[in-house]
């Protein structure tokens, strides 16, 4: 879901993230998971807490003033953030290269094995 604001309507966020907001909660399916609150009865709602009880990534990008929520990880198997660790590897030339000094830029890993 990618949005200007993270106050959305209840309607809005079922529609763009597929969790119906219901007086038991987020439900999806057959998942239902407690919020605590009725998220359901309210005009313009806070996606900051239910993006985390439902374990969806919130990333912000303030260049552009854009909000992008992720997919639910209800298990826990998701990235804590899209940057990556600092790698350092020999290039082509068989000198080391920082992944670090491209900090800022957007990148692009291919990786290979034979194994």
Same mark, same amino acid.
């Given at each position: 879901?990618?949005?200007? =604001?993270?106050?959305? =309507? ?29 998220? =359901? ?60 000094s491209l ?9 290979w094995s034979?194994?």
């Open positions: 879901m990618i949005t200007d =604001s993270l106050m959305v =309507s209840p309607e809005s966020f079922t529609a763009r993230t597929g969790w119906a907001l219901k007086p038991e909660g987020a439900c999806k399916g057959q998942i239902c998971v407690s919020l605590g609150n009725d998220f =359901s009865a309210k005009e313009s709602i806070d996606i900051q807490p239910i993006a985390d009880r439902l374990g969806m990534g919130v990333v912000h990008d303030a260049t552009h003033g854009l909000w992008a929520i992720g997919p639910e990880t209800l298990g826990g198997h998701a990235l804590a953030t899209a940057e990556a660790p600092n790698l350092t590897l020999p290039n082509l030339d068989g000198e080391m290269f920082e992944l670090a900090r800022g830029q957007k990148v692009l890993l291919v990786a034979p194994y």
